[in-house]
Each structure stands twice: as C-alpha cells, then as structure tokens.
C-alpha cells in the first residue's frame, strides 16, 4: 500500500504520524483514501477538486505537476510525499547594505582597526 509523507504542519491532523498509509492506484485515490481517514486534512489539502496552489506534490521524488496531476499514477510501494511549499527569504542583513568603497569592495572592520607599529594586529 502507498505511504504518504506527512509534512510537521499537518501531522496534528494524523495524530503525529509522519507517514500514513493510504489505498489507491492514482493521487487522486490516494488522496480520497488519506482523507477519509483523517477529514481533517481535506481544508489543508484541498481547495475544491484541486490541490492548494501553497501544496506540492511527490510520487517517489517526482513532482505531480510534471505528471498527470492527481490523476498520476501511484505503484503499490510508492511514498507519496505533501511538501507545503516555502515563501520569502532571508532580509539582508545590515552588513550586506553597507555601501560599498569607491573601489567596489567593501573593507572588513578587521581591516579598519589600527595596526601596530610592527604591522601585526
């Protein structure tokens, strides 16, 4: 029977279980059998018919998207994995918005303190 990989965000929707297994010979079927067993995730995983635009989805490391959708098919030992997709990104950090010396490079602080007489930091 296919396992489905569970993703941190929803486990509280399958009582902490990081994997589940659920019946089907296709996304779709999968889906409906993993919902079935825990209503819950159909809000999380569903917007109408179609999963979440924020939901990505793996049959055995290959993104349904790229395959036939819900409708792709799903062997019998497959892992299909639910990766809630990421947004954003790290700010700059103040140090990276420092402007720059006439030269293009920015110098370190290590670099601006005062040697000693004998050039040695």
Not at 48 to 60: E, L, M
Not at 91 to 108: I, L, M, T, W, Y
Request: no cysteine.
């Amino acid at each position: 029977m296919p396992v489905v990989r569970i993703p941190t965000v929803l486990r509280k929707h399958t009582d902490g279980e990081a994997k589940v297994a659920a019946a089907g010979a296709t996304v779709r079927e999968v889906f409906a059998s993993l919902v079935a067993e825990h209503p819950e995730l159909e809000d999380s995983l569903f917007d109408g018919d179609a999963v979440r635009g924020f939901i990505n989805v793996y049959v055995d490391d290959e993104d349904i998207r790229y395959l036939d959708g819900l409708d792709s098919p799903v062997e019998e030992d497959a892992e299909v994995a639910i990766m809630p997709a990421v947004a954003g990104g790290a700010e700059r950090s103040e140090h990276a918005r420092r402007p720059r010396s006439a030269g293009g490079a920015e110098r370190s602080e290590h670099a601006r303190r005062p040697r000693s007489a004998g050039g040695a930091v």
